[in-house]
């Protein structure tokens, strides 16, 4: 973990006060998967859409289960700032484990979501901001780059299997065929 905190130091000389604002509000877009959740309403809503929403949707049940629900607290990997409690925090501390970054996880599995139902024009904006989200759990020192890289794998696979259960449930109306 030596490294890791040596990442982290060094993302800190980056700090200034627009940085610090900037990052919080971007990480606030990730609390809860809000941010996500609402598009994948917004997709559910459009005909044309609703497919992707539905997978969009999958994608964040799978990574709420698999990340929330088993791998923290499987790993119970304690915070970047309960080691080094020198850093200043900008945000409330989460009252979570740190392996692997929620936010993260979240944002890459609606990115891939969004990719692989072949959403050209939602995904590419959507990763950008996964990975906005991601660098600002590092910023913000809640996280280890180690959890963000894990919660990125998480959230890949989550978007991808998202994707494979709404393709093997979605029939067509008509004939019972995938579409």
Sequence with gaps: ????????????????PAGDILM????????AGVVWILLSAVLLIIPQTRK?????????ILDVILCNGIIKNAVARMR????????ELLIHKPGDYSFPSGHTAASFASAFALYFGGEGHLWKPAL????????????LYVHYPTDVLGGAVLGILCGYFGNRIVQKFWKDRKGGKEV
């Design 1 to 16: 973990m030596g490294i890791e905190i040596q990442i982290l130091d060094w993302i800190q000389n980056f700090r200034s």
């Design 24 to 31: 919080s509000a971007i990480t606030s877009l990730g609390n």
């Design 52 to 60: 992707t929403g539905a997978a969009l949707a999958a994608a964040l």
């Design 80 to 87: 970047p700032y309960d080691r080094n409690p020198v850093v």
């Design 128 to 139: 950008a901001l996964a990975a906005l989200i991601a660098f600002s759990r590092l910023y």
